[in-house]
Every structure is written in C-alpha cells, then in structure tokens.
C-alpha cells in the first residue's frame, strides 16, 4: 500500500510544477478517478476480504461517486435514486454553492471505501493527498469546504442505505453445517477452510427482483459409480485437462486465478500470497477501457458504477445457486474416487462448486462494460502485470468473459458444463443491468 501512496505523491509533485491554479483541469483528470479505485483494490487486498464481500466494498464507493456526479450534473446524468432498490433519494448540491464535483465524487468513492466493512481510516492518507492536491492547485478554500461537504453528505445517505441491506444480518447467522453425504461440498486441502458467506443470498439485490429470476437447471445427480453417467464423465474430463494443460492453458488459468488469498505449503512452512479478487480484477478492466476509450471522468465514474452492480447481483445470484445444491468439487470426488494424490493447478476455493462464481460475475461485467463502450472493444487486460503475470489481449469483453470460464475448467475447479451454464447466466444479469438502470441522460 506504501507503494501506492508513494507513486501518488510523486503524480502529485509532478503535477505541482504545473500552474497554480489550474486545479479544475487537475480534478477532470479521468486516470485520478481509477488511481483512487485501484487504491481501494489495493485496501481490499491487503485487509483479506474474500471475493463476495469485496463486490460490497465496490458497489457502495462506486454508487457514492456516480451519485455525486448524477447531484452535480443533473442534465447528463440521472441519480439511481428510485432505480436500486432500497435507494429512495439522494441530496442535491445547494443551489449557488460552488462545488468541485470531481474531487467531491472522489472523496463520497473514499469515504464509503473506508467505511463499509473496513475500519475507519483504511484511505485516510490517500484521502489527504486529495486535499492537498487541491489546494497545491489553487481550489479556493470555500470550494474545497463545500466539495468535502457535499462529499460527506452524499456519502451519508449512501452509507445508511447500505445498512440495510442485510449484511449486518449475516455476521452473526447460523454457520455452515458440513454434511459428508456423497455428492455434497466439503472443506478442500490446504486450508481445509469453512464454507465461505453461506448466507450472501439473504443480501438485498439492487437491481434484480428475485433469487428466483436466473435460476439455470439443477447440477448433474452426482454418481461416481456409472462410469458412463453424465457427472463421472464432468470428473473424468476435469482430471484429464489439468493432467494434459498446455501452456497457452495455464496461462489462461493462471491470468484469471485472481486468488484473494492463497495459502502455499510447502512441509511445515505455510504462507499466504495475495492477488486482487475477481471482482477488483474487472473493476481493473473498467478502468484500462476508460483510458482506451478516452471518456471523460464522469464518465468513467458511471462506467464503474453500472459495472460494480452487474458483479454485485451476480455474485448474489451465484452464491444463492451454490448453497441451494451445495455441490462437490473435482478435487474432492477425484481424490475420493479416482486419485487421493491428484492436486487441480488452481487452488480450490471454499465454498460448493455450482454454479462458478468467477463465470458469473465475470459474463455479468462483460456486458455492462458493452454498454457502455460498445462490442468488439479490443484492449488489453495489464492488471496482473503487478502480481508477476503477462498481460492477455482481448478483442471483446465478451471473449474476455469466454475466457474467464474456460480457465476454472483448466484450473481444475469447476466442471465444464458448470462454467457454460454460468456464463449464460452472468450474461443475462449483465444484460438485465445494462437494461433497467438509466444512467445518461
């Protein structure tokens, strides 16, 4: 985090040379906006926050920034205020009170970010670097009050909503019981950790009505005996890629492993590497196709908002379907049935195994970034670049998604079929999203 902190400091010196008061052009600096997300990224990262509860710590920055933008500019931009649910209004900007929106949509994105689940002051620093930048650029100081006010007060509404969304709820509900019956989840080697947020489908959709809404069929009956029946077959043929992956395979596996946490064993030595989530990964997308396309910042400020609600109500949607079916992993009915050895090239992660997480999510962000930048928006994908692994190229969203799930397939961790259903169901909650919710006006 140091890291990052001193990368903005020197951004903030470099800029310092520039003219006084040019602090308007400074704070319509799109890349400062994706400079703040990727520091909320890197506090997610450092504090462990598994992958469904960092799609919150998203959703809520990012709604306090578009809101913002949406107070301050009322005619290009419409407030989500009666489009999420639970979310009845947000306060206007004081009529003649002059307002730097930009800099306010950046501090309501920190204050959330630190608040929401994290302790107070998680971006205290950065959030000083704003300010300073600020006055470095010569923003007068009844500008700069009135900006961190308006900051504060949408970022209040946005918190309170975000209280009732039932997530104080879950803390303190029923623990997941392992029931080793065959066919059902169990904890998984290294870590053997327990079943992670079994209670996230009790959180309140913002845009989709109902768990009951994207429901795809039930998983295969599980059957390890007929070695011709549908589910061996989804075991067999998930050994047999992680037995044979190429290394155009791997790569792939690997770009898209996006392991919040992994834990490494190696005899008695234990220790845990850190990468962003999957959802702080697309978040990262979001911003290397704002620069491409060379919007302006707000908006790239909306195209994190649509984009942080897809991932949000799709994990929703997901982790509803893994605990009503609470199926096995590969790794588990292989080791059980086939080989007690056999490790997938991915580390398995704690929760049942349909549907995909990753595929979900992913094909949900895929088509709210369509939306808004257009198909066949060829980039290419720098984020792992930071975590030691090369960058991929894309010529769509869409074929990154398609991607995304073949890699839990040749990562060992979701069965094939799995990852082909959840791709169709990320992509109609995407569409759904980029459908209902009215952002440009």
């Avoid at 803390?171 to 904890?187: F, H, K, L």
Wanted: glycine content about 6%.
């Amino acid at each position: 985090m140091k890291r990052f902190l001193f990368i903005a400091i020197v951004a903030i010196s470099f800029a310092a040379c520039q003219s006084p008061n040019d602090y308007e052009k400074i704070f319509n600096d799109p890349s400062l906006y994706s400079n703040t997300v990727h520091e909320l990224n890197t506090v997610v990262m450092g504090n462990n926050f598994g992958p469904i509860v960092a799609s919150r710590n998203y959703l809520y920055s990012a709604i306090a920034g578009y809101e913002v933008i949406a107070g301050g500019y009322p005619d290009s931009f419409a407030s989500l205020a009666g489009q999420l649910h639970g979310l009845t209004a947000v306060p206007k900007p004081t009529p003649g009170v002059k307002v730097n929106f930009q800099l306010a949509s950046l501090l309501a994105y920190c204050k959330l970010g630190q608040a929401v689940t994290f302790p107070e002051g998680s971006m205290h620093e950065y959030v000083d670097s704003l300010k300073k930048m600020a006055k470095d650029h010569g923003m007068p100081g009844d500008v700069l009050a009135a900006s961190v006010a308006y900051a504060d007060t949408v970022g209040n509404a946005i918190m309170a909503w975000s209280k009732k969304d039932n997530y104080a709820k879950t803390r303190g509900a029923t623990e997941y019981m392992v029931n080793d019956s065959p066919g059902r989840w169990v904890p998984t080697p290294p870590a053997y950790a327990p079943a992670m947020e079994p209670h996230w489908r009790e959180i309140r959709f913002v845009v989709v009505d109902s768990v009951k809404e994207f429901m795809p069929p039930p998983p295969y009956p599980f059957n390890m005996t007929d070695k011709k029946s549908p589910y061996y077959l989804e075991v067999k043929k998930s050994k047999d890629v992680v037995d044979s992956l190429s290394e155009e395979e791997t790569w792939i596996a690997d770009f898209w492993d996006d392991n919040p946490f992994k834990l490494n064993v190696s005899g008695h030595l234990m220790f845990g590497t850190k990468k962003f989530s999957p959802a702080g990964h697309w978040m990262s997308v979001t911003g290397i196709a704002a620069q491409k396309a060379g919007v302006d910042f707000n908006t790239t400020v909306t195209a994190y908002a649509k984009t942080a609600v897809a991932l949000f109500d799709a994990f929703i949607e997901c982790w509803n379907i893994k605990y009503t079916y609470n199926t096995l992993r590969p790794e588990t009915a292989i080791n059980k049935y086939i080989d007690p050895n056999w490790r997938p090239h991915l580390q398995t992660p704690p929760f049942p195994e349909y549907t995909c997480g990753h595929c979900t999510i992913s094909a949900s962000a895929a088509e709210a970034l369509t939306s808004m930048f257009g198909d066949n928006f060829a980039y290419t994908d720098t984020t792992e670049l930071e975590f030691g692994i090369k960058s991929r190229s894309f010529k769509s969203f869409r074929e990154a998604a398609v991607e995304t799930r073949k890699s839990r397939f040749y990562g060992g961790i979701h069965y094939d079929y799995c990852t082909i259903l959840s791709h169709k169901m990320g992509s109609q909650i995407g569409a759904l999203v980029a459908d209902r919710i009215k952002m440009k006006k």
